[in-house]
């Protein structure tokens, strides 16, 4: 009886040229974002002469001057500039957390005449434009005394009708269960908001920490009208000083923006996941 030889069958490569395509056209999306940048550590690192006379443009300087770093962060008061932004940051994003996660939970988890009004009123101030209410708040924190002090800088910043909006959606997610059984307990309402919710709504505090975090830390604008001394200037307002009424020292401005971002990559860095959780939450907010 004959014996027949098998021979395997060559196996056909199948070249995935859609997903090849797909990550093609996302290196591209990256590096056009990245582009800038890129760009700014580029020109913190020339001379203005080169800045000012480079023609093509080009991403690597000829020259390197790393004393443009030094020269920046020594010829304002950048440790204040520094410390007064990672203090009003801070101060904002802890307050802010505290008054928008009470003013939710009363919102989504209490019974009380004229809660659902109360809300309207706060929904109607997400619709009105900052620029429109910057000079009340400016007369305000003027007659209270505030003006070029700490606490024009945290303390009306400390209230969000965002946030407060953005918890209460995430709290009536919550089944009202745990409520009920807590106060068959005897838990006061404080309590139930200290020991049940705040811990079933770490992702949505984490990611309104992170967006509080980096708003507030970019912010020009308010620090800019209420405050007049370098002692109580931020980092954006800082960083404006080295515009000119003539010219713009742009090596100095890209080095001290440089250093200036560092703080916002490192939050990012380890809080990237709570952004993404963050939008998620705030993508599918419930009515």
């Known amino acids: 009886m004959a014996t027949t030889t098998y021979k395997p069958r060559p196996q056909v490569i199948v070249i995935p040229w859609g997903r090849i395509a797909l990550h093609l056209i996302l290196l591209i999306g990256s590096f056009i974002m990245v582009l800038p940048f890129l760009w700014m550590v580029s020109t913190s690192l020339k001379t203005q002469t080169d800045i000012l006379r480079e023609f093509p443009p080009r991403l690597i300087p000829s020259t390197f001057m790393i004393s443009n770093y030094s020269t920046a962060l020594t010829s304002l008061p950048f440790d204040r500039f520094y410390f007064n932004s990672l203090l009003v940051a801070t101060s904002v994003t802890l307050l802010q957390l505290i008054t928008s996660s009470l003013a939710a939970y009363a919102f989504a988890r209490l019974r009380f005449k004229g809660r659902n009004t109360l809300f ?87 990611a309104l920490a992170v967006f509080t975090f980096l708003g507030t830390w970019n912010d020009f604008l308010w620090p800019l009208v209420v405050t007049n001394s370098n002692n109580m200037r931020t980092l954006p307002v800082g960083l404006s000083m080295f515009q000119g009424q003539f010219t713009v020292r742009w090596e100095l401005l890209m080095a001290a923006s440089v250093v200036a971002l560092i703080p916002v990559l490192i939050v990012y860095f380890f809080a990237q996941n709570w952004i993404i959780k963050g939008l998620s939450v705030s993508s599918g907010l419930k009515g």
């Open 120 to 206: 309207f009123l706060y929904l109607i101030g997400l619709m009105i434009p900052f620029p429109v209410l910057l000079l009340p708040n400016f007369l305000i924190v003027r007659q209270l005394g505030w003006f070029d002090s700490y606490l024009a800088l945290i303390v009306p910043p400390a209230f969000s009708a965002f946030s407060i909006f953005l918890l209460r959606q995430y709290y009536r997610g919550l089944p009202m269960d745990y409520d009920e059984s807590a106060r068959i307990d005897g838990a006061s309402s404080l309590r139930i908001w200290w020991s049940i919710i705040l811990p079933n709504s770490r992702p949505a505090l984490a």
